[in-house]
């Protein structure tokens, strides 16, 4: 049972260089998330999808866009990536409601 | 939106000690809070939760505590072991934001044997 899996795991990027981060479940959850870790900051919300067909702004959304692409599938994309994106991101799942989220191992992002 | 505030950002105990994890949310819409614990290089993982209808919640040595009123939640560990060390978090949500979790900024535990 793989859970929520993320690619990459690692990625150097020069300043405004765009790419996707993949996540995909297979627990057949209906809403997934997508957050950013910074030393000192904790886990902050970027965007989130409480449903398959849906997506809504987080806390810190500015530079980033979401695709729920179908309900296994949702990824996050750097249209012109910054340094101060330089961050480890994180994917999450979870079924509705007061559940459990589970996340993957995180992609470790460098903007250079 | 919600503001969840957690406190120490760093703590350090002796094996076999207990160790307390505070946090205070701001929304009083919030009704479900949940802690995390992420060892170095993993992703975050649930240890216990507890909703707002219920005080307090036990699982082995790890207990969380919830009082609705002042709008703030604690972890308790007893009998802290070196397998412990590791980053905390707190995290609250309600319907309102589409259950997605807000949280606290982290609390990295250190037990020493």
């Known amino acids: 049972n793989a859970g929520v899996t993320q690619t990459p795991k690692f990625q150097v990027l020069k300043t405004g260089q765009s790419m996707t981060l993949q996540c995909a479940q297979d627990?057949?959850?209906?809403?997934m998330y997508w957050y950013r870790q910074d030393p000192g900051m904790g886990l902050r919300l970027i965007y989130y999808s409480a449903s398959e067909g849906t997506t809504d702004k987080g806390e810190v959304p500015n530079g980033y866009n979401v695709s729920r692409l179908n309900k296994r599938e949702f990824s996050l994309r750097l249209e012109s990536a910054a340094p101060s994106q330089t961050s480890v991101y994180f994917c999450?799942?979870?079924?509705?409601?007061?559940?459990?989220?589970?996340f993957g191992q995180g992609t470790r992002l460098t903007v250079v | 939106g919600e503001n969840v505030e957690q406190h120490p950002s760093t703590l350090s105990v002796q094996e076999g000690d207990s160790a307390v994890i505070k946090c205070t949310y701001s929304?009083?819409?919030?009704?479900?809070f949940p802690w995390y614990k992420q060892e170095l290089g993993k992703g975050p993982q649930l240890i216990i939760d507890i909703r707002s209808n219920v005080g307090e919640k036990k699982d082995q040595r790890i207990a969380v505590t919830l009082n609705k009123t002042a709008k703030h939640f604690s972890l308790h560990i007893t009998e802290t072991q070196p397998e412990d060390s590791a980053v905390y978090f707190c995290a609250a949500t309600n319907s309102n934001s589409g259950y997605a979790l807000n949280f606290g900024k982290g609390t990295s535990l250190l037990v020493t044997p």
């Open positions: 999450a799942s979870r079924t509705t409601g007061f559940t459990e989220a589970f």
């Open positions: 929304d009083s819409a919030s009704n479900y």
């Open positions: 627990m057949n959850h209906n809403s």
